[in-house]
């Protein structure tokens, strides 16, 4: 409210010069000059938050809880994928960047050539699920597998014990972290097959998986309902397989499991740094969990959330 006092007091100020007096149309002039300078303030202290759509809906829900403790802040939160919020903050539309991969070596650098130092904060964890149509027989397949299939070597279901029927593959876009993180958990870093069919955003593949028979593709454990089937997963060639669940990810029996990020230039620390405190607060976190995510500190262990 600094800045409305301010603007106020420059305003009644003007008002003692006799040639501003007596007259209705400037008096109306006045109070809407004090009304957008006070706008203008509140608007100034927003945070924005922008980034992965896997971090959408929790930081949501955990901007919704601030805000009840926080009345006199704003919080505006919007999606668009890892790399987007990055590349926002590079260009200073957002003050945090919500992220489900690590941030790359060139994006460093780029921060680094724009003179900003990235801060790096693990909110939470997530187990990434791959589904498939609830009425695909198939139920459990291994790494390797899930490599075969995404590259384009398996593309029939009865290759790995499901029904004679194509496998119709659809995967996050490049600016996802999500799509990132497969690619170096699953593919082993190798490239996806050229002709997988690219989603805007978790949404639009759950859409199509419910849609479509022979379909499979992956989402954040948080988003996993009755119109996809989540499979079973093994890392170790066949000899253990695990369901994605929130037990699963903490105990580390599922191995497709990776750390949410925000992200922010440490200039700004003492803007968002209120915000963060909450989403790594016991309240913050006990919202975590129940959003279908793994908390950063799991109880018992005594751990801190990691910061570089």
């Not at 690219?198 to 849609?211: D, F, L, Y």
Request: aromatic share 8%; charged share 25%.
């Amino acid at each position: 409210m600094g800045l409305a006092h301010s603007a106020e007091a420059s305003i009644f100020a003007a008002c003692r010069d006799k040639s501003w007096q007596n007259t209705e149309m400037n008096r109306k002039k006045i109070l809407i000059s004090v009304f957008t300078a006070m706008l203008t303030a509140g608007l100034a202290q927003a945070q924005r938050v922008k980034g992965s759509d896997t971090l959408l809906p929790l930081t949501q829900e955990l901007a919704e809880e601030y805000l009840e403790e926080h009345p006199e802040g704003e919080v505006i939160v919007t999606g668009g994928g890892s790399g987007v919020g990055i590349a926002a903050l590079m260009e200073n539309t957002t003050d945090i960047a919500m992220a489900s991969r690590r941030i790359k070596f060139g994006e460093k650098m780029k921060f680094a050539e724009a003179g900003l130092e990235a801060r790096e904060v693990i909110v939470a964890y997530d187990a990434l699920a791959v589904v498939v149509n609830p009425s695909n027989p198939v139920t459990q397949l291994t790494r390797e597998q899930l490599e075969d299939i995404f590259r384009g070597k398996i593309t029939n279901w009865k290759e790995v014990g499901g029904e004679d029927r194509k496998i119709v593959v659809y995967s996050r876009e490049t600016s996802s972290g999500t799509y990132e993180f497969f690619k170096e958990s699953v593919l082993d870093n190798k490239n996806y097959m050229s002709s997988i069919l690219s989603m805007p955003a978790t949404g639009a593949i759950i859409q199509s998986v419910k849609q479509t028979k022979g379909a499979i593709g992956y989402i954040g454990l948080a988003y996993l309902n009755r119109y996809v089937k989540p499979l079973a997963v093994s890392y170790d060639g066949g000899e253990h397989y695990a369901v994605p669940s929130v037990e699963t990810a903490a105990d580390g029996s599922y191995p497709i499991v990776r750390p949410l990020y925000y992200y922010y230039d440490a200039t700004k620390e003492q803007t968002v740094s209120s915000f963060i405190s909450y989403a790594l607060s016991p309240e913050g976190q006990k919202s975590v969990l129940e959003q279908g995510f793994v908390p950063v500190r799991m109880e018992g262990d005594g751990g801190e959330a990691a910061e570089r």
